[in-house]
């Protein structure tokens, strides 16, 4: 079963809102504007960390606190 789909209304200061049957309400163009933003995110190459180096780093930080 699908869940329902929102009724898109225009709220009281002039944007439109996503109405849900179960009462919740987002803004449109929020909604909108973190999809746009998601998407942008995904066409984004991901960044590996060097763990030895990473672990390197905290050796020495642990290092240095309990000196």
Do not use: C, S
């Not at 929102?6 to 929020?30: A, C, I, M, S």
């Amino acid at each position: 079963m699908e869940p329902e789909q929102p009724t898109v209304v225009r709220w009281h200061d002039g944007r439109d809102v996503y109405l849900y049957p179960d009462g919740g309400r987002l803004y449109v163009d929020e909604v909108k504007a973190m999809l746009a933003g998601a998407e942008e995110r995904r066409k984004q190459p991901l960044k590996v960390d060097d763990l030895d180096a990473l672990q390197a780093r905290i050796d020495k930080l642990k290092a240095e606190r309990e000196a």
